[in-house]
C-alpha cells in the first residue's frame, strides 16, 4: 500500500508557499518597535490606547483596541512590536483568505489553485499592503475583515452549508466588528443586504413548471436571512459600547471622552476629520489625480494590472453577482481614496487592490487555461513566468516598504527624554510628537516627572479633563485669555517650557 504523503501536501502547498514567502518577507521588514515608516505616524497612539484601555482618535476602532491589547500580552519583544506583529498576521490571514475565496469561487482545479496563490502573492507584494503589514496601523485588520465578508458571501456557505442561518448571523456578526475596527465598512453595507438576501428566479421554469410563455424575472427577498444578518450586526456592533467603558478606565488618552451620547457620537462619526471630504484647495484635484497615478500604478505591475482587467471581464463566468459586487467595491474605494483630502488618503486604495487581486486570480486561471489549449505545457511555462514577475516585483518593494531599521520615532523619543528639563511643560504639535511621547511616557513609563501638553487638542473641554486627570497637579484653565497655549504657560510659571516639531529631524526647543 502506497503511504505516500505528497497528495496531501500538493493539496496545502499553496498555503505554504502564502505562510512561507510572505511570512518571510515580512518578518525582515517588519518595524522593531515605535516607527513613522510606511505614514505609521498613528502607531503611538494605538498602542499607547490599547495598553492604557483608553480610546483611540476618530472613530475609536473598539476592534482594533481590543485585538491590539490581546497581541501586547505576547512575551515577545517590545510592545510596539507585539503590536506590529498583530499587522502582520492578519496581513498572512486575509492572503490566505484570498486564496480559499478564490478557490472556492472557480473550482479545485489546477489551474484555479496556481491562479488562487499568485492572486494571494499579487496583493500581498503589493506596496500599498505590504507597508501596512509591518507597522502598528489598522488597515490589514481591516482587510482581513473585509476578505472574510467576501468568503462568506461568495463561497456558497461552504464552511456553514448546513447551518444557513448560522452563516447568515455570522456575515452580520463579521459586518458589525468590521464597522467597529474601521468605518469604511459602511461601503460593503449594499452586498450584506442584498447579496443572498434578493433571490431571483425565472417564472417560466419555477419549480421546473410552465407557468407563463412570456418568462420574466420574479424578485423575492429572503426575510428570515436579512433578519440574521440585522441580529448578527447588531451583536457586532455592540463593540462600540467598549469606548464607554475605556472612557471611564482613568487612561491618559481618550480621545472625545464617549461616556455621553454626544461625545460618542463625535468620537465615533469622526467629526474631526469632516472638513477632509469637501475642502478641496486649489490645484488640489491635479495633484491628487498625478499622486493616485503614480501610487496605483506600483502596486501590481502592468503585468497584474492587464490580468486584473481580463479577469473583471471574464468575472461574468464565474458568477455575474460576484462580478458586479466586487466592481461596485472597487470603484466606491477608488472614489473615496481620491476625494478624501488627506496626504496619506491613498492608503484606502489597500481595500480596492483586494478585489483586483482576485480578479488577477481570474485573469491568470483564464490565460493558463487558452495558452494550454494550445499546446501542452505551455500554461506551465506561462506559470513560471509569472511567478517570476511577482518574485521580481516582490524584492523591488522589498526596499519601498522595509521598516525594520527605521528609528525615526525612537531617536526623537529618546532625545526628548533625554533633553527636556525636571518637571518641563512639553508642547507638542503633531501626531509624529505627540504619539511618540505618549508611548515613551504612558507606556514606557519614562520620565514621569513631564507634562505632554498636544497644543491643536487644546480648545477641547474633553482633552483639558483628560489633562487634569492625568496630571492632578498642572493649573489647566477653564478659558483662554489668550491662546490655550499661552494660558496653560501662564498657570504653570515655576515649570520649564519645551515645545517639539518634526520635520527632517525631530526637534525640541526649551526655555525657561
Same mark, same amino acid.
Given at each position: 500500500?502506497?503511504? +505516500? ?99 472556492? #469561487?472557480? &473550482? ?13 502573492l499579487a496583493f500581498g507584494l503589493s506596496p500599498l499592503f505590504w507597508s501596512q503589514a509591518v507597522i502598528t ?74 407557468? +407563463? ?15 440574521? !444578518? ?11 459600547? *467598549? ?12 480621545? &472625545? ?30 495633484? =491628487? ?21 481580463? &479577469? ?24 473615496? *481614496? ?15 487592490l483586494l478585489v483586483l487581486s482576485l480578479w488577477v486570480g481570474i485573469g491568470t486561471a483564464e490565460t493558463i487555461?487558452?495558452? *494550454?489549449?494550445? !499546446? ?38 529618546? =532625545? ?41 487638542? #487644546?480648545?477641547?473641554?474633553?482633552? !483639558? ?9 498642572? *493649573? ?18 515655576? !515649570?520649564?517650557?519645551? +515645545? ?5 529631524? &525631530? ?6
Amino acid at each position: 500500500m502506497n503511504f +505516500s504523503l505528497w497528495p496531501k501536501i500538493k493539496n496545502w502547498l499553496p498555503q505554504l508557499v502564502i505562510l512561507c514567502v510572505l511570512g518571510m518577507a515580512y518578518g525582515l521588514s517588519i518595524a522593531p518597535g515605535l516607527t513613522w515608516a510606511n505614514n505609521g505616524a498613528d502607531g503611538g497612539d494605538l498602542i499607547t490606547a490599547a495598553a492604557t484601555g483608553g480610546v483611540a482618535h476618530p472613530t475609536g476602532y473598539p476592534t482594533y483596541l481590543l485585538l491590539a491589547r490581546s497581541f501586547q500580552m505576547l512575551p515577545v519583544g517590545s510592545i510596539a512590536f507585539r503590536t506590529n506583529l498583530l499587522s502582520l498576521v492578519f496581513a498572512i490571514l486575509t492572503l490566505l483568505l484570498v486564496y480559499y475565496t478564490f478557490v472556492h #469561487l472557480t &473550482g479545485p482545479f489546477p489551474e484555479s489553485r496556481v491562479a488562487g496563490l499568485f492572486a494571494a502573492l499579487a496583493f500581498g507584494l503589493s506596496p500599498l499592503f505590504w507597508s501596512q503589514a509591518v507597522i502598528t496601523e489598522v488597515y490589514t485588520v481591516q482587510t482581513f475583515f473585509e476578505a472574510l465578508l467576501l468568503f462568506l458571501l461568495f463561497s456558497h456557505g461552504q464552511v456553514l452549508k448546513h447551518h444557513p442561518i448560522g452563516l447568515d448571523f455570522l456575515i452580520g456578526l463579521v459586518y458589525g466588528l468590521a464597522m467597529g475596527n474601521h468605518l469604511t465598512t459602511i461601503f460593503a453595507f449594499p452586498l450584506v443586504i442584498a447579496v443572498g438576501v434578493i433571490h431571483t428566479e425565472n417564472a417560466l421554469n419555477l419549480q421546473g413548471k410552465t407557468i +407563463s410563455n412570456n418568462p420574466k424575472t420574479r424578485w423575492s427577498i429572503r426575510w428570515k436571512v436579512l433578519l440574521y !444578518r440585522i441580529l448578527g450586526a447588531f451583536v457586532g456592533l455592540m463593540i462600540y459600547l *467598549s469606548l464607554y467603558f475605556r472612557a471611564r478606565s482613568g487612561s491618559p488618552v481618550n480621545w &472625545g471622552d464617549p461616556v455621553t451620547l454626544k461625545n460618542l457620537f463625535w468620537l465615533v462619526s469622526g467629526k474631526l476629520y469632516a472638513a477632509n471630504l469637501v475642502a478641496f484647495p486649489q490645484g488640489y484635484l491635479a495633484i =491628487k489625480l498625478r499622486a493616485w497615478v503614480q501610487v496605483s500604478a506600483k502596486q501590481v505591475g502592468i503585468i497584474g494590472l492587464i490580468l486584473g482587467l481580463w &479577469g473583471l471581464y471574464c468575472a461574468k463566468n464565474v458568477s455575474r453577482e460576484f462580478m458586479f459586487s466586487t466592481f461596485y467595491l472597487f470603484v466606491a474605494f477608488v472614489l473615496f *481614496s481620491f476625494i478624501y483630502s488627506t496626504s496619506d488618503s491613498f492608503v484606502y486604495l489597500i481595500f480596492a487592490l483586494l478585489v483586483l487581486s482576485l480578479w488577477v486570480g481570474i485573469g491568470t486561471a483564464e490565460t493558463i487555461k487558452w495558452v *494550454s489549449k494550445i !499546446r501542452t505545457g505551455l500554461g506551465v511555462v506561462l506559470s513560471l513566468i509569472f511567478f517570476l514577475f511577482l518574485a521580481l516585483h516582490g524584492l523591488k518593494t522589498y526596499n519601498l516598504v522595509d521598516a525594520s531599521k527605521n528609528t525615526d520615532a525612537i531617536a526623537f523619543g529618546e =532625545k526628548v527624554m533625554t533633553i527636556a528639563p525636571p518637571q518641563a511643560l512639553v508642547f507638542t504639535e503633531g501626531d509624529k510628537d505627540s504619539f511618540t511621547l505618549w508611548y515613551y511616557v504612558y507606556v514606557l513609563k519614562q520620565r514621569q516627572d513631564m507634562v505632554v501638553i498636544v497644543t491643536n487638542l #487644546l480648545p477641547y473641554d474633553w482633552y !483639558r479633563s483628560t489633562l487634569r486627570m492625568t496630571y492632578p497637579a498642572l *493649573s489647566v484653565p477653564v478659558k483662554a485669555t489668550e491662546s490655550w497655549k499661552a494660558s496653560v504657560i501662564s498657570g504653570n510659571k515655576d !515649570r520649564p517650557v519645551c +515645545s517639539t516639531v518634526v520635520l527632517n529631524q &525631530g526637534q525640541i526647543n526649551c526655555w525657561q
